[in-house]
Each structure stands twice: as structure tokens, then as C-alpha cells.
């Protein structure tokens, strides 16, 4: 950046001087190894945190389980549940400038932009959840046995179906929106009734201790929700084996969601998982292009690519494709680069440099076996360190090319071009991920027609990104995942049938 930059906004006062300790039962405890939380974008190490032994971990799911099954939480009314996750609401819109800093400081994520929509959603899933259990109905209906079967009509059958929290939730959450990811599941299975241990991510657990201390300071009762800290492979591998533990909630890789599911058979859990996406963003010719240049950009270069959801597969038809191409590129090329707290900043660093060692793996191979021209992007600026990514345009891949199919979850986007629908279908189904998609098209019929052949669970047109997170949520497809998404994610059905003679 130029000395003209704006100075950095973060306050350092936001990371504690101690290390950030598990949650369980309403207390925060520490006694495990010390472990560094780092500043991607400086390599400095900014604060730290408490990794959970065993017996730390044994005691949160304890803590959970005994909630649960005394009915604390559970047996309030959704009218009282409701009440604390709206306090809790006002209380992180209070606090997001903290909140939000803490997830930038330790993934690189550009501040500014996570206070505008992370924090944003953050509070809205909390005051989702809450209007959600507050509508919520059950369903009644009355049943009739076969014709003949007892002297007349037979006894009149009045079936109920409720729906009961699932019980005792490990949650398993991603680096990339800490905030917000977590604030979307949590509130979903606390408006639920559920119990909760949660584990955020290694890379950044911060923001997750101190929402522990929001939710009780709400009126959450002890044991509802715990936290604890530490490497998928240890602490998360113990949450999932436990057998008092009912669902196992996973926001991350296929390849994480593939041993999550193994291991979880055992134990014949249910299992939710968010994994992967490689979304397409189709593009006709008869849509609005410049519009559609802004969207592509956004798509693929929002929070560097670090998105399951990011548009990172660009597929335009062929009279169109020079000029879109050229103008994501010439987009790309405009974005700063550089400090995540700089007010001027687009592209901050990756979530570390091994990450951004991967992504730059991904790039060269597609240019040097992948058949792809490098069309444009940024350049990073000197004096930056190895976590940062330019944003990179690629053009005509070949069909079926490593970067087409895999999750990068960088500032990468890859160009197609198609000469017909059906080519574009193929080309937009072509991959394991079944995630997100978007289509860009002025005509009404065929955005419709070819959205419904899409294999996607939410598919956008005219647009990409959901509007917010209390919108209807589609299931995710293929190898992105399995599972509902918000409340319903975190309850199961319950029949009652009633005799009444």
C-alpha cells in the first residue's frame, strides 16, 4: 500500500492478554498447551489460545448432555427461547467492530467488508432464528383406519407431529466467517433446543469465546453451550466419537465431511454437513453484461475466494465471452491489495501462507498443464508477505482440468466459453460439488428452465450470493454436503396420535 493508505482500524486491545480458555458450564477454564494466534497478513502473533485436554473436552460434552437432559433449555417455551437470542442479537450488534476484528486479525479477512455483511448476518441470524420458533406450528390432523377394520368408522384418531430439538450438538466450524458461519448455526440449534459444544477452528477460536460470554450474559443457562478449543484430528475427532453426542453439524472440506461421516456411523449419528462448492456463473448473451462483470468480480473475489458459495467457474457464451472475460479481468486488476484493516482494501492476505502456497499450485498448474491462459487479474504490491493471493483470471481450460474440478478457496476464477444451453448445462454439472450456482439472462423463461436442470441447491438469477440468512435455503447436492439448513437442521420429527374414543 502507499503512505496515503488510511491508517489501520484495529484496536489491539480487542485480543486478550491471556489465552483464550474453553467455555463449559458458563466458566471459562484453561489447562492445556498455550497455542500462538497469528496476523496472516504481518506473520506477528497477536494473541494466543488454551488447546483443550481430554478432560476438558469430556467435561463440556458432560456439561451439554446434562443440560439437555434436564430439560433446561429445551423445555422453555420457543416465546422464552426467543427472548435470549434477540438479547443476544443487540448485544453482538453492540460489539461487532470487536467481534468482527477478532475473525480479521487471526484469518486475513478485510475489515470493512466483515463488519458490512459478516456482522450484519451475524445479528440477523440470531433475530432469524428467534421469529423463526416464534411462528413455528406443529401439525394436526385427523387419521382414519381401513374401511371395515372396526364397526363403523372405527375410533377417531387425532394425529399430532411436533418437532423436537435432536438433542446434543458438536459443532464443527470453518475459519473463513467464523461470525457469521457460527452465528447461523448456533442460533439454528439453540432456537431448536438443543445443547451445544461447539469447535471453532484452530485458526480462529476468538470470536467464539467471547459470543459464549454474549449468550450468557443473555440468559442462556450454564451448560447449554460450551466451547472448546483445539486441532480437528484431537479435540474434534473426540466430539465426534462420543456417543452422548446425537448430531455432528460440519461446516468445511469433502474431504473432512468424508471422515466426518465414517466415523459418525459407528455411533449411528446424525450428521449435517456444509462441505465444497466449485460454483458457476453462467453467463448468455442477452444478459446485462457490465452488471454482470460486477457480479463475477464479487462472486469469485469476495473474502479472496474464501467461500464454499464463491462463483469460481465463469461460463459465458461464446459471442459474449471477449468482452465479459475482459472486463472481470480489468476489474480483477483494480482491486487493492494489501493491509485487511486499511479502509481502502479489497484483497486482504489468505488465511496463512501454506494456504496461499496451494492456491498459487492451482494457477501455475492450470497454466502449465491445464491448457489455460492467464487473461488478467492483480499483481501484489512489494513489501507484502507470502499469504497474499492476487486476484487471477483464467481462460479456456480444458474440459475436466484439475482447477475446474476441485475447491481452490482462493481469488481464483476460471473462463468457459459455450456455444448452446445444453453445452453449458454439461459443462455447469460437470463437477462433484452441488453447492451454489447463478445464471445470467434476460430471458425469464430460460432462466427458469435452465435453472431447474441445474445440480445445485441454491442457484441465483441475475445475481450471485443469498440475500441474507433468513431466506429459504436449498439442501446441497452431490458431494457438498447433506442436511437442512437453520432450525430445521437441528430438530426431528415426533408423531403423537391420540385416541379420542
Known sequence: MTDTAAPPVFDPSWVRSDPYPQVIAGTEVGEGTRMPLVN?????????????????????????????????????????????????????????????????????????????YDGYEAVNAFLGAAATI?????????AAFPPGLFPGDGPRILSIRNREPVGVVAELLPWNAPLFTGSERIAGALAAGCSIVAKPSEESPASFVELAGILREAGLPEGVFNVVLGRGETVGDRLIRDPRVDLVSVTGSVETGTRIYEIAA???????????????????????????ATWAMLAAFNNM??????????????????????????????????????ARTFIGPLVNAEHADRVRGFVDRAVNGGGATLVGGGTVPDGLNGAFVAPTVLGDLDAGAEIEQHEVFGPVIAAHRFATEEEALARANSTQYGLSAS????????AFRFADRLVAGNVQINHHYSADSHVPRGTPRRKSGTGLAGVGAYQAPKSIDLNLG
Open 40 to 116: 496472516p497478513g504481518t506473520g506477528v502473533e497477536v494473541g494466543s489460545w488454551l488447546e483443550a485436554t481430554d478432560a476438558e473436552v469430556d467435561r463440556a460434552i458432560a456439561a451439554a448432555r446434562k443440560s439437555f437432559d434436564e430439560g433446561t433449555w429445551r423445555r422453555r417455551p420457543p416465546a422464552r427461547r426467543a427472548e435470549v437470542l434477540e438479547r443476544a442479537a443487540q448485544a453482538i450488534r453492540t460489539r461487532v467492530p470487536e467481534l468482527i476484528g477478532l475473525d480479521c486479525v487471526s484469518t486475513g479477512k478485510v475489515f470493512l467488508g466483515g463488519i458490512g
Open 134 to 142: 416464534r411462528e413455528a406450528a406443529g401439525e394436526v390432523r385427523e
Open 439 to 446: 445464471v445470467f439472462t434476460g430471458n425469464i423463461e430460460r
Open 266 to 292: 459407528s455411533t449411528m449419528k446424525r450428521v449435517n454437513l456444509e462441505l465444497g462448492g466449485k460454483a458457476p456463473v453462467v453467463v448468455f448473451a442477452d444478459a446485462d453484461l457490465d452488471a454482470v
Open 305 to 342: 475466494g474464501e467461500v464454499c458459495v464463491a462463483g469460481t467457474r465463469l461460463l459465458v457464451e461464446a459471442t459474449a465471452y471477449d468482452d465479459v472475460v475482459a472486463a472481470v479481468a480489468g476489474a480483477a486488476s483494480g482491486l487493492p491489495i494489501g493491509d485487511q484493516f486499511d
